[in-house]
């Protein structure tokens, strides 16, 4: 079975540029996340999808996040416009059937530095 | 942040030794989850519980929810066991998000 995967692996980006970050989820589950980690704040959810409809947006990443699944096999992250703050890895994680309690599969990360 | 609190920050093991981790609650958790974060940025499932106990291979990992925290042991600890290890706990009603410990950075010497 394929895991979660991200695409792409390593992004850089200029102030000011949108980008737009790619995940696939393990067939068959039911929630997404997408997360941001970086040394100083650990990791930290940025959206929450369940069967598709978007559960949280991530108080504080509203303004330039948007994530966004358009079907049950894909969602994407865009940021924009970008700025140096955002240089972080962002994580996508699926979990099977929701609620509390289910195992979550993250994928590889996307590195993004933002110049 | 607050609401899973891991314990050490950080960790150097001479390899073949033994040791462990925890991971405290401020939160009801109903289950936790054991990460390890390899060099390469990779999160690796380790573990998966409800309150108990199981073992894979060198790992060991012990739930306790009625006193909220959990335990990874590591035995006859190997380089390729160095990296970031994190816990976590679901919270928020019947949402599948996570909270995070900080992580303990564990490195293996030879």
């Known amino acids: 079975d394929a895991g979660v995967t991200q695409t792409p692996r390593h992004e850089v980006a200029e102030k000011g540029q949108t980008i737009i970050l790619k995940c696939e989820p393990v067939?068959?589950?039911?929630?997404l996340f997408w997360y941001r980690q970086t040394k100083i704040q650990g990791l930290e959810l940025l959206s929450y999808?369940?069967?598709?409809?978007?559960?949280?947006d991530g108080g504080a990443f509203k303004d330039r996040f948007k994530a966004e699944m358009l079907n049950s096999s894909f969602s994407t992250l865009k940021i924009q416009p970008t700025e140096p703050k955002d240089s972080a890895v962002y994580l996508c994680?699926?979990?099977?059937?929701?609620?509390?309690?289910?195992?979550?599969?993250f994928g590889p990360g996307t590195r993004l530095t933002v110049l | 942040g607050d609401k899973v609190k891991q314990s050490p920050s950080a960790l150097s093991l001479q390899e073949g030794t033994n040791s462990a981790l925890r991971c405290n609650f401020s939160?009801?958790?109903?289950?936790v989850q054991w990460f390890l974060q390899n060099p390469r940025g990779s999160l690796i499932n380790l573990f998966y519980?409800?309150?108990g106990t199981k073992e894979n291979g060198r790992l060991k990992s012990t739930f306790n929810s009625k006193e909220s925290y959990s335990t990874l042991h590591i035995r006859d600890a190997q380089l390729e066991d160095s990296g970031t290890y994190f816990c976590?706990?679901?919270?928020?009603?019947?949402?599948?998000?996570?909270?995070f410990g900080e992580g303990t950075q564990v490195t293996v010497i030879s």
């Open positions: 994680a699926s979990s099977p059937l929701g609620g509390r309690g289910y195992e979550q599969y």
């Open positions: 067939s068959g589950h039911n929630d």
């Open positions: 999808f369940r069967s598709k409809s978007l559960m949280e």
């Open positions: 939160i009801a958790a109903t289950t």
């Open positions: 519980l409800v309150p």
């Open positions: 976590a706990a679901p919270y928020g009603g019947l949402s599948g998000k996570l909270t």
